[in-house]
């Protein structure tokens, strides 16, 4: 089957897609874009999380039919148009929030989530939101600090604009 | 001597303008923004034009004969370009990293659940895997030997190898064994010296390392009939070593190049796809890419050997350690990986870091038909950890002590020797970690008034509001080996090129050492800075193309990688500074190189590096040794095998919610000798989830194996710490330099992973009350169990 849909405000379409496929695959295998990960394929892990119409979602489990018509914001999407680094993704490079890096994509995408509901969550709020994003390396604690510093700046940013 | 404590928020003061920083500093990885972005090229992100999809039919018994292999219906799936069994591979059949007992391809017979038994390349992965289910096998099931009693009673349930079958195998069921006196060993007399004896039987759940990367790779073959392999990995030299007799090819014409690791932690060392990759790719002419799903990621790597551990401590009323005594045994599976290392290790570091006059040891690694195991992180060192930990605490409370004075009766200290007889010769501050764990600030308690449910056991399962919850503190301290040991010869080479680019001098680091999160790469750039005065460094890929850097394991990358990078930018510096001197006829006795430029530390500034270099390069290659070591006596265990050792201490507060069974680790501190922190930022990382590792193993993490048979082969099943279940994690870093390495530094990945799964344990024990012999602790041991 032929599938269009939007990707980081662009217009794709991927050709020839067997029903069984997922968003994941399609992002990573049809149309160039393989920053969603990979991790687990059932849900569990999170590092494949992408926006789909603004909300969080596992790739990995949604069917690449369901995506018709719609718009997907994936981890490549969080960069702004010049190439540079949005703001939670600076925050996780400047804190040590990133080792092996295969969990950081859906992270980034759960992080940016979060912060767009919340500015200023608490630690607790933090631990929550992020309880489906499973990380082998840090230990989280670098990755507590990358939000926390990413929730600063953007609270910084928006009193500077005030 | 400097200690300092980095937690929290205070790291984010000093990155900023750290960014080009030499050694000491925390400058930010290289990868980091590429891997922020998506944009890192993973293993699993290889493509190729015309690539074709791979993917391997596995058993689904432990134990069994194979009868007959029907590939004709496979072949026929449209799209499936080849359906390949051992009798396609055209050299050696079998490899191993340390004994070649492993076939490719499964020959007659089956010896674990989920060995590979033929492979399928095809257009689709979904193509693939519909073709591996039209492949038929017959099998003869057996009954597979799986308990320790089984294993070593071949005449009864035979042998997962038969014996002889290959020369290393002489000893039925048993992979490996070391034996351990020092001493008087343990006997009567000894025992009678103590005034009180206690032991203990342990036993350690099978633990996954769980990188999230999957195994993947891209094999493409190569016009010179070749092959080049792009692979997450931990060491490319050694899967070269074993890939090249298989594929019957010369080793020049297998080029390995590393692509993204997602994690490791022992889990690469061995070989999963890349033989089979590269059996496709030979047979169709394609480029084949093999992907591991999560299940397959669980059948396809070596697991942490589950144990059985018997130990006994006799000790003096004062609490003075008398004799100590352990068996050791050590489930390998099917294959023996690696094995006889991890006996070695559990052997040698088994009593822990305490002197003990004397001492008995004797560790074995079985053969049977559960999955193999092999290396993770704290290599069999975390096994014993948690037997002669539980011991210290059991002892201290027949006595009456403390469990922190208990420990600091006995702990080594330089100049001590270990029970193998070699001699502590660098720094051993065991007492001085725990009184700093001691020391650190403990959490409040429980604030009955305010209870946020997700700080509960239970969190978001909205268990509990603060009823049948108690709280309990533990600590534990552990030694780990740093390198290869036991005569092994871990050479680490590099390559540094010294050249103008851009009107700027800059320098390339190259190596094969394998990036698998660790920051390797990081330090190697600090390396060079600190070393030739630049700013300006470039990692080169890591490939075949340069010499081995051994393995990225044994937490000696950067004493052995680094040290080699180290070496090679000391040799460049020397020789740009003799062709100042032949140049400039320079006399002075204190030239070193700073700010781009070749400067006396008295007459300052001599001439800038691009003036000097001009068009030149300086290009270097330097190998870096660690001391030798020997390997030891099979009887006595004597000899001086390590290269380094290191040491970390933990305190672990916990909650427990004794209804339910449901604990919260609210927080784990960890202090750590780390000889010097390269960078600060990435220890202390190392640190944290190296205690995350172990958090695990105490409280979560088990392959459940039934009859062989893997029972939970995902991450709905297998569940590792989130970050709900993590706690904050204090760390404190002490540096005192270790003459015999590079910088003074001392390996960290793997002595917290060590080190704290028993704290955690301790402060369940001390919470409940109850024995804990067995890890992980499941609910049902803490509702069930008598008191210990």
């Known amino acids: 089957m032929r599938v269009t849909f939007t990707a980081n405000g662009k217009p794709v379409e991927a050709d020839d897609v067997w029903e069984g496929e997922s968003l994941l695959y399609v992002l990573r295998e049809r149309v160039g874009l393989p920053g969603s990960k990979n991790a687990c394929e059932q849900g569990e892990c999170g590092s494949c999380t992408v926006y789909l119409d603004g909300v969080p979602v596992c790739s990995c489990l949604v069917a690449a039919g369901q995506v018709q018509d719609r718009e997907v914001r994936t981890v490549e999407g969080l960069t702004d148009e010049n190439g540079e680094l949005g703001l939670v993704q600076q925050a996780f490079v400047d804190a040590g929030a990133v080792q092996c890096g295969f969990c950081t994509p859906g992270l980034l995408v759960q992080t940016d989530a979060l912060l767009d509901q919340d500015a200023q969550p608490s630690d607790n709020d933090i631990r929550e939101a992020l309880s489906g994003n499973l990380c082998r390396c840090t230990g989280y604690e670098k990755i507590m600090d990358a939000v926390r510093l990413a929730s600063a700046r953007k609270c910084a940013g928006k009193g500077a604009s005030e | ?788």
Not at chain 2, 23 to 48: C, Q, T
Not at chain 2, 309 to 322: I, S, W
């Open chain 2, 1 to 788: 001597m400097s200690a300092r404590t980095i937690q929290g928020q205070k790291n984010l003061q000093n990155i900023n303008q750290a960014s080009k920083d030499g050694i000491g500093g925390s400058p930010l990885r290289p990868d980091g923004n590429l891997k922020v972005k998506g944009e890192f090229a993973y293993s699993s992100d290889m493509w190729h034009e015309d690539m074709l999809w791979g993917t391997a039919l596995r058993s689904p018994h432990p134990r069994a004969t194979i009868l007959s292999v029907d590939i004709s219906e496979a072949l026929k799936v449209p799209g499936v370009y080849a359906v390949l069994t051992h009798q396609d591979i055209p050299g050696s059949k079998y490899y191993g990293l340390e004994i070649q007992d492993q076939p490719a391809l499964a020959i007659d017979k089956v010896r674990y659940h989920g060995e590979a038994i033929a492979l399928v390349a095809a257009d689709h992965p979904e193509t693939a895997r519909r073709a591996v289910k039209k492949i038929k096998v017959e099998y003869e099931v057996l009954t597979p030997i799986v308990t320790e009693e089984q294993c070593l009673d071949p005449g009864t349930y035979g042998y997962v190898h038969e014996p002889h079958e290959y020369k290393s195998h002489a000893y039925g069921n048993i992979c490996h064994e070391q034996r351990l006196v020092s001493g008087l060993g343990v006997t009567d007399e000894v025992r009678a010296l103590a005034d009180v004896i206690v032991s203990g039987d342990y036993e350690v759940g099978m633990q996954d390392q769980a990188f999230l990367g999957p195994e993947s790779g891209l094999a493409v073959p190569a016009e010179d009939g070749g092959i080049d392999l792009y692979v997450a990995t931990q060491w490319l030299h050694v899967d070269r070593e074993q890939m090249a007799p298989v594929l019957d090819l010369p080793e020049e014409k297998v080029r390995l190049t590393l692509a993204g690791v997602g994690g490791a932690f022992g889990g690469r060392e061995d070989i999963s796809m890349q033989i089979h990759a590269c059996l496709l790719a030979q047979h169709t002419g394609k480029p084949v890419k093999i992907v591991y799903a999560r299940d397959e990621s669980f059948y396809g790597h070596v697991h942490r050997h589950p144990a059985r551990m018997h130990y006994e401590h006799g000790a003096t009323r004062d609490g003075k350690l008398v004799f100590a005594d352990c068996r050791i045994v050590l489930d390998g599976g099917a294959y023996a990986s690696a094995s006889p290392a991890v006996v070695g290790n559990a052997a040698s570091l088994g009593h822990g870091p305490y002197v003990i006059p004397n001492v008995k040891m004797h560790a074995i690694a079985l053969y049977s038909n559960n999955p193999s195991c092999g290396a993770m992180r704290g290599f069999g060192a975390v096994q014993a950890a948690f037997g002669y930990e539980s011991q210290m605490d059991k002892l201290a409370a027949e006595l009456g002590l403390d469990p922190v004075e208990l420990r600091q009766l006995n702990t080594m200290s330089e100049g001590d020797y270990m029970p193998t007889g070699q001699q502590i010769d660098s720094p051993a501050p065991v007492a001085d970690l725990l009184r700093r764990a001691k020391e650190m600030p403990l959490p409040p308690p429980l604030d009955t008034a305010h209870l946020d449910v997700r700080q509960l056991p239970g969190a978001l399962s909205n268990t509990s509001h603060g009823e049948g919850i108690v709280r309990g503190v533990g600590y534990s301290v552990g030694i780990k080996n740093v390198g290869f040991s036991e005569g092994f010869d871990d050479y680490s080479t590099a390559r540094v090129r010294l050249e103008v680019i851009g009107g700027e001098p800059v320098a390339m680091v190259h190596t094969a050492m394998a990036e698998v999160g660790q920051g390797g790469v990081t330090v190697h750039a600090q390396i060079a800075r600190t070393e030739l005065g630049v700013e300006q460094v470039t990692i080169h890929p890591a490939n075949t193309e340069v010499g081995s850097a051994g393995s990225t394991s044994a937490s000696r990358q950067t004493y052995m990688t680094g040290g080699a990078v180290k070496l090679a930018a000391e040799a460049v510096k020397r020789a740009l500074i003799e062709k100042g001197r032949r140049r400039y006829g320079w006399t002075h006795d204190d030239i070193t190189l700073a700010g781009g430029k070749v400067v006396s530390a008295r007459s300052g500034a001599l001439v800038s590096m691009v003036d000097l270099l001009g068009d030149e390069a300086i290009d270097l290659t330097r190998e870096h040794h660690h001391r030798p070591t020997v390997p030891f006596d099979k009887e006595t265990g004597q000899g001086f095998g390590h290269v380094q050792y290191t040491f970390c201490a933990n305190r672990a507060v916990v909650d427990v919610d004794v209804e339910l069974g449901l604990v919260k680790v609210v927080e784990l501190t960890a202090v750590q000798d780390v000889g010097k922190a390269l960078n600060p930022l990435s220890v202390v990382g190392q640190i944290q989830g190296g205690c995350t590792q172990a958090l695990g193993l105490a409280v979560m993490e088990e392959i459940i194996v039934r009859d062989g048979k893997v029972r939970n082969a995902s991450f709905t099943d297998y569940l590792i710490p989130t970050i709900l279940d993590t706690p904050p994690i204090p760390v404190e870093i002490l540096e005192l330099p270790d003459p015999h390495a590079p910088y003074g530094l001392r390996g960290v990945g793997e002595a917290p992973t060590v080190s704290a799964t028993p704290s955690i344990v301790a402060a369940i024990r001390n919470a409940t009350g109850l024995a804990l012999n067995r890890i992980p602790v499941r609910p049902e041991h803490l509702t069930t169990e008598l008191p210990g």
